[in-house]
T-cell receptor, first 112, second 112 residues
Framework: GESVGLHLPTLSVQEGDNSIINCAYS??????FIWYKQESGKGPQFIID?????DKRQGQRVTVLLNKTVKHLSLQIAATQPGDSAVYFC???????????FGTGTRLKVLA | ETGVTQTPRHLVMGMTNKKSLKCEQH?????MYWYKQSAKKPLELMFV???????ENNSVPSRFSPECPNSSHLFLHLHTLQPEDSALYLC???????????FGPGTRLTVL
């Protein structure tokens, strides 16, 4: 969601476990949501998206859940691997605009 | 590779210099974006072009000047920057508004 955080939250998970990363979005009019992964020294990489007419969408090892009632978005990563270590952040937007609101992000650390 | 390239990848400049950042997208998208990413802050939208027309200008200082000569290329011209302008500058493109954005690798800018 929209926040200006001074501290990047960190989630540490054991390799092979499932990871859940959460995001609270800010605009109730938002109808399109994206999760990005950003590794050190690289640009954000698209992971998965969801539109507001759905509450769940699955990809390869990833699932996005959308709860419009509480304006909450989550990213679930199954069988987390060392290559999943990165900063993950959500983005929200709505039809008719070119503006996207990005979250501050969560750092995922995968422990061997 | 996301289909969005940026050059240079790293740039160090003095406050009196003039330089330009270049972005090129090979995805056939209609919209292109400039973002600023500072440490521990959400992505900040700077400029958006759709079909070579500027559609968003987020109160960015005039020392940043965008140029979009065609739908595949986007430039950010820099002059008399300040040290606080040091950041990662990211270019992105999308097919249209409120659609999936694909990011380039970014230009790491340091202003001395």
């Amino acid at each position: 969601g929209e926040s200006v955080g001074l501290h990047l939250p960190t989630l540490s998970v054991q390799e092979g476990d499932n990871s859940i990363i959460n995001c609270a979005y800010s605009n109730s009019a938002s109808d399109y949501f994206i999760w990005y992964k950003q590794e050190s020294g690289k640009g954000p990489q698209f992971i998965i998206d969801i539109r507001s007419n759905m509450d769940k969408r699955q990809g390869q090892r990833v699932t996005v859940l959308l709860n419009k009632t509480v304006k909450h978005l989550s990213l679930q990563i199954a069988a987390t691997q060392p290559g999943d270590s990165a900063v993950y952040f959500c983005a929200e937007t709505h039809s008719g605009t070119y503006k996207y609101i990005f979250g501050t992000g969560t750092r995922l650390k995968v422990l061997a | 590779e996301t289909g969005v390239t940026q050059t240079p990848r790293h740039l160090v400049m003095g406050m009196t210099n003039k330089k330009s950042l270049k972005c090129e997208q090979h995805l056939g998208h209609n919209a292109m974006y400039w973002y600023k990413q500072s440490a521990k802050k959400p992505l900040e939208l700077m400029f958006v072009y759709s079909l070579e027309e500027r559609v968003e200008n987020n109160s960015v200082p005039s020392r940043f000047s965008p140029e979009c000569p065609n739908s595949s290329h986007l430039f950010l011209h820099l002059h008399t920057l300040q040290p606080e302008d040091s950041a990662l500058y990211l270019c992105a493109s999308s097919p249209a508004g409120a659609d999936t954005q694909y990011f380039g690798p970014g230009t790491r800018l340091t202003v001395l």
